[in-house]
């Protein structure tokens, strides 16, 4: 149904039935892709605490990369593209060419929300630490998140 090949999917892009599709179908695309493929992460910037909001994907692909920078861009999203490049992998101890988006700021994230949203715990909980305190601590998991929200871990206790 969506013409991805068996196996490796590095020469791939977006398929032509979401290319070809309606807002909503894109949109919903999108957010099932953040919330298995895309990271959140909040960055210092100029300050000591971590408050500067980052979407991104990396992709070996970069013809999917260029179609999802397109298709954000037709969504009015300010998106950044580095082309491919070498990237090391702390997981396999291994260097692979990547390509890469960041969707950065405040109103990118807004109308990120607004628009597409995410539904994996994963990113929606750092996204209420953010929207709640300002910042969002690095290297914390769910649970710790979690429990930031609830009440039950002190966001302070963390390194800032």
Known sequence: VFELPIGSKKNSGLPALIKNSTKEIKTNFLRGLADTDFSLTFKRKNKKIHYYPTIDLGSASSLLI????????????????????????????????????????????????????????????????????????????????????DGRLDINSFDK
């Open 66 to 149: 260029k179609d999802v920078k397109d298709l954000l861009r037709e969504l009015s999203f300010r998106v950044y593209y580095l082309k491919r490049r070498s990237q090391f992998d702390k997981r396999t101890g291994l260097y692979y060419n990547a390509s890469k988006i960041d969707i950065n700021g405040v109103k990118n994230l807004v109308h990120w929300m607004d628009n597409i949203g995410f539904t994996s715990q994963k990113h929606l909980t750092k996204y209420y630490i953010w929207k709640k305190y300002g910042f969002c601590p690095p290297y914390t998991n769910i649970d710790q998140r979690t429990a930031i929200l």
